[in-house]
């Protein structure tokens, strides 16, 4: 069993910054991607940043500049440093963990937190 839980969400204001967090825990042997997504009322939800085990990252378009993904192997945690937010930031975000829960079987399962609202507005 993996639970993966978001937090760091709030109201902010044009222009202001917010930082997310992704914490997973449970049966991990080892995290491999793990990545932020978003979706806001009536969309579907899109990718917003990735990063590999080795800390890649890639980032959507619209957060290239702006946006800041990281990751803390040590404490299987992950990092959405988000500065010059848009109203067109508003969404629920996601982040998902890609977890090898085994040594053995070598397979990798997708788990994804309950999400955690974001809202830019003035």
């Known amino acids: 069993q993996v639970q993966v839980v978001e937090s760091g969400g709030g109201l902010v204001q044009p222009g202001g910054s917010l930082r997310l967090s992704c914490a997973a825990s449970?049966?991990?042997?080892?995290?491999?991607?793990m990545g932020w997504h978003r979706q806001a009322p009536g969309k579907q939800r899109d990718v917003v940043a990735t990063?590999?085990?080795?800390?890649?990252?890639n980032y959507a378009d619209s957060v290239k500049g702006r946006f800041t993904i990281s990751r803390d192997n040590a404490k299987n945690t992950m990092y959405l440093e988000m500065n010059s937010l848009k109203p067109e930031d508003t969404a629920v975000y996601y982040c998902?963990?890609?977890?090898?829960?085994?040594?053995?079987?070598?397979?990798?399962?997708?788990?994804w937190g309950q999400g955690t609202q974001v809202t830019v507005s003035s």
């Open positions: 998902n963990a890609d977890v090898q829960t085994d040594a053995h079987s070598g397979r990798i399962f997708r788990y």
């Open positions: 990063t590999t085990s080795g800390g890649m990252p």
């Open positions: 449970g049966s991990i042997f080892s995290i491999n991607a």
